[in-house]
């Protein structure tokens, strides 16, 4: 089943409508798709108001498009692993890394996030991804593989950064890793660019779950 679980939307630093989304999710033959717009710390972050305009033109499209239509977001990873929740019911809830720092924070961030909202969140965004490289601690990427098995946080595969890299992925190899897809679109060009994502987890995730399986 082909999806796309990371779409930005005019609601934080998209350009495409709800509209023209779900139109174009449908041209390429998804069935499940998820706005997941940033959250309250993002300059253009998604507010409490804008969630239910947003959740309305959802459902519209979901009546006219007949696809599947997740209503997410995608939180940063503050400096204490916190995450900006506004008061919503999400269907899915990413966290991921937006800044650069030193590759013991950056580790540090992920990991008290897992720990502190294992609970909460359902995927980790676009892991060691080039435009935030921060270093690599390969002794640090198992604890946070541990740490994905064991808080049941799924693994996102990001067609845009092309996140994780390759030997991450080998890593996870052998583990039943949840995982999820997404295409990280901020416009209406890239939605359901996920051909990579599906193609790395048939070559690195075999006793994977895939996350729509599980959630």
């Avoid at 449908?26 to 305009?53: F, M, N, P, Q, Y």
Wanted: proline letters at 2%; aromatic letters at 8%; one cysteine or more.
């Amino acid at each position: 089943m082909k999806v796309d679980l990371h779409i930005h939307s005019i609601y934080s630093d998209g350009t495409a409508t709800i509209d023209q989304i779900a139109k174009r999710a449908k041209e390429r033959g998804l069935k499940v798709i998820a706005i997941v717009d940033h959250s309250l710390e993002h300059r253009k972050g998604i507010t409490e108001d804008k969630l239910k305009r947003r959740q309305m033109e959802i459902e519209r499209a979901k009546d006219v498009y007949g696809i599947e239509i997740l209503s997410g977001i995608e939180c940063g990873i503050l400096p204490d692993g916190e995450i900006a929740l506004p008061n919503f019911e999400f269907d899915i809830v990413i966290a991921s890394i937006h800044d650069i720092m030193r590759t013991e924070e950056y580790y540090y961030r992920i990991k008290e996030c897992l720990k502190k909202n294992g609970d909460r969140i359902h995927v980790l965004g676009h892991l060691h991804s080039e435009m935030f490289n921060c270093g690599r601690d390969f002794t640090q990427d198992v604890e946070i593989i541990d740490l994905l098995l064991e808080y049941d946080v799924a693994l996102e595969i990001n067609s845009l950064h092309r996140a994780p890299p390759i030997d991450f992925l080998d890593m996870c190899s052998n583990k039943p890793v949840k995982y999820s897809i997404g295409s990280d679109a901020h416009s209406v060009d890239r939605v359901g660019d996920v051909d990579w994502c599906f193609e790395m987890a048939r070559r690195f995730l075999k006793k994977g779950k895939f996350i729509l399986n599980h959630i």
